[in-house]
């Protein structure tokens, strides 16, 4: 048994609805883990991704944390939705105040997260709206796929219809853009193929109905971390915010990925910073503590 349990919130990101989002188990340690615990206890939640937070002395006023990110197989370095859900559950629990900005320290670098008020997608500090929070995540720039196969990932999309294949460079996920946003939903992935393929995984994307009041659809498929598709990812779309800004002439943008349980980010893009503020959503749906 732990001297002291383990307190836990499942918290379900990129959503306002109860088991839709992307749902990650956030856990608040008051002291390091050995890395076999920290997996075994990942393997054991089973879901897109578990996380664990520790709270650090920082060198800022702001509250402080370290968080570390494992998928049921893997430590990743890096994951918008639980980055969103441990926020979520720092800020709905009181263990910090609501208008403070609090600094994660991870593999990639000291990310952080706020809450803001939104009108129209668009950030509004003072508005008396809907609150998000706001994660200030690394941009994902697009680069060309340099053996670039469109018929050997056609086929792992079983007949897509693709119009470009590009790839991003710090993830290394193959981008592969087709012809609608309908089209997005109706891929059906090979992982077999997929998991075969370099890099992390592959991002799916279309333009959006107009209808649909989305700019953009996505999914994103990631077999080699054990992740056949991720409901929601925060990471992609910051490729994704890369590759559409350029192609919509646009740094705000509202996004939908197309998964069975579906999310939604409102993105802004900073070019010049190379860097992305992904808001979101996220609703608490469990809570207990781990007691071993």
């Known amino acids: 048994m732990s001297k002291k349990p383990v307190k836990y919130y499942l918290v379900n990101a990129f959503t306002e609805t109860a088991f839709k989002g992307n749902p990650a188990a956030v856990c608040l340690l008051e002291e390091e883990k050995d890395e076999k615990w920290l997996q075994t206890l990942a393997t054991e939640f089973n879901i897109s991704v578990t996380c664990y937070l520790i709270p650090l002395q920082g060198t800022t006023s702001n509250p402080r944390f370290r968080l570390r990110w494992f998928t049921h197989i893997l430590e990743v370095n890096i994951c918008a939705h639980a980055t969103l859900a441990a926020s979520h ?21 000291i990310l952080t997260a706020k809450k803001i008020s939104m009108i129209n997608g668009t950030s509004h500090l003072k508005a008396k709206d809907v609150l998000h929070i706001e994660l200030d995540f690394p941009a994902d720039p697009i680069t060309e796929l340099n053996n670039d196969d469109t018929s050997l990932i056609s086929e792992a999309l079983n007949g897509a219809s693709i119009v470009d294949i590009k790839r991003t460079q710090i993830q290394h996920d193959i981008l592969v853009v087709v012809t ?30 107009p209808e649909s009041g989305f700019d953009f659809y996505s999914r994103f498929f990631c077999p080699k971390y054990g992740v056949n598709e ?44 190379q860097r992305v503020l992904l808001r979101g959503k996220a609703i608490t749906v469990m809570k207990g503590c781990v007691l071993v």
């Not at 559950?89 to 609501?98: E, I, P, R, T």
């Not at 915010?241 to 740094?251: D, G, M, N, T």
Request: proline letters at 4%; a negative charge; one cysteine or more.
């Open 89 to 109: 559950a720092l800020f709905s629990s009181g263990l910090v105040d609501n208008n403070v900005t609090i600094e994660f320290v991870t593999l990639s670098g």
């Open 180 to 209: 609608s946003g309908q089209n997005v939903t109706e891929v059906q992935p090979n992982f077999d193929a997929i998991v075969k393929f370099p890099g992390r995984g592959v991002i799916v994307t279309g333009i959006a109905p």
């Open 230 to 273: 991720d409901p929601v990812c925060g990471s992609a779309h910051c490729a994704l915010a890369s590759y559409w800004s350029k192609k919509l002439e646009k740094c705000d943008l509202k996004a939908y990925q197309a998964s069975a349980r579906g999310g939604v980010l409102n993105i802004h893009i900073d070019e010049h910073k």
